[in-house]
């Protein structure tokens, strides 16, 4: 897969990118992720994009003329054109997955007011929020669908199996772990985790996550009504 970027901060992106299992997934170029200044396509001489909302209001709109050529200078016929805004679908373990099939996704990230309209309606296909907060801009919310996007990728995380205990799978939040010594300060390990009963500890896992999700994300709890 190959992401591209279209933002007005690249230095604020570039270092997560170069990092941790992301930086391993480029390397092994599972994930290809190229970060582009929006100004880079500006034809105003000092570089400006954005300009005031007309009808009038606080703070400043990306306007269209950067954005268009940006996004089709980037663009391929397989690609998805995605803005990360407040106002999208939310993010979540099941649409990551089905972005993570992609081949190209071009990512647009939000500042100030927000984008003009028109390129909304007429270039970008999806529309992306990763809460129900407001962050300075979109550079952020960009990384992190990235990120939740590249670990579904085969390879990228290199244990398979280490996303099937992840917060959200089966609409279910993630059970507790533990790692040496057995007993800590007088905090012993749950006994089962020791028992090596593999079929035990796959029923208490289950269990601890039904009750997590029961008691903090009762919203989850009532679509999954788990067993």
Request: hydrophobic share 40%; aromatic share 6%; with cysteine.
């Amino acid at each position: 897969m190959r992401i591209d970027l279209l933002t007005l901060f690249p230095k604020m992106i570039e270092g997560f990118f170069a990092e941790s299992i992301l930086g391993r997934a480029v390397d092994n170029k599972i994930l290809e992720i190229a970060v582009h200044d929006i100004r880079d396509w500006a034809q105003d001489k000092h570089k400006r994009v954005d300009d005031t909302p007309f009808g009038g209001g606080a703070g400043m709109v990306l306007g269209p003329q950067a954005l268009f050529d940006a996004i089709e200078s980037v663009r391929t016929p397989t690609s998805q054109v995605i803005y990360l805004c407040p106002d999208g679908e939310p993010l979540t373990n099941p649409l990551a997955r089905t972005l993570s099939t992609g081949q190209h996704l071009v990512l647009v990230s939000g500042h100030y007011e927000g984008i003009d309209q028109r390129v909304r309606d007429t270039l970008i296909t999806r529309e992306i929020s990763i809460g129900d907060y407001v962050l300075t801009n979109g550079t952020v919310a960009a990384a992190v669908l990235v990120d939740c996007i590249a670990r579904q990728m085969p390879g990228v995380l290199g244990e398979e199996n280490s996303l099937t205990g992840d917060s959200f799978n089966n609409s279910l939040l993630s059970f507790p772990q533990y790692t040496r010594p057995a007993d800590f300060r007088g905090m012993p390990v749950p006994p089962v985790l020791l028992s090596g009963d593999h079929g035990a500890i796959a029923r208490w896992r289950h269990e601890q996550q039904v009750a997590k999700t029961r008691e903090r994300r009762p919203d989850l709890f009532s679509k999954k009504q788990p067993t």
